[in-house]
């Protein structure tokens, strides 16, 4: 689903971090463009950070992303 294990705890730190920096979350360019690697793994890793609960996207909204966990837990 992700091209690499620690991009999704990568994202999951960089959005925190974009958050407080900024004070709203990022769209996925800027996220992609924060972490350096492409928007197609940006769009995986989010899918995944949503998929295992923690974060919360409006599909309708581009800087909708909502933290709803603080530290990766990777699924068993």
Same mark, same amino acid.
């Given at each position: 689903?992700?091209?690499? !294990?620690?991009?999704?705890? !990568?994202?999951?730190?960089k959005? @925190?971090?974009?958050? @407080? &920096? ?14 350096? #690697?492409d928007?197609? =793994? ?5 899918? +995944?950070? &949503?998929?295992?609960? +923690? @974060? ?5 909204? =581009? =800087? =909708? #992303?909502? #933290?709803? !966990? ?7």
């Amino acid at each position: 689903m992700f091209n690499n !294990k620690q991009n999704p705890a !990568k994202i999951l730190n960089k959005l @925190i971090q974009y958050k @407080i &920096e900024n004070r709203y979350p990022p769209t996925i360019r800027q996220l992609a463009d924060y972490c350096d #690697i492409d928007t197609t =793994s940006v769009r995986d890793d989010l899918n +995944h950070l &949503e998929h295992t609960g +923690h @974060i919360q996207r409006d599909p309708n909204l =581009s =800087s =909708s #992303i909502r #933290i709803l !966990k603080l530290n990766y837990d990777p699924p068993a």
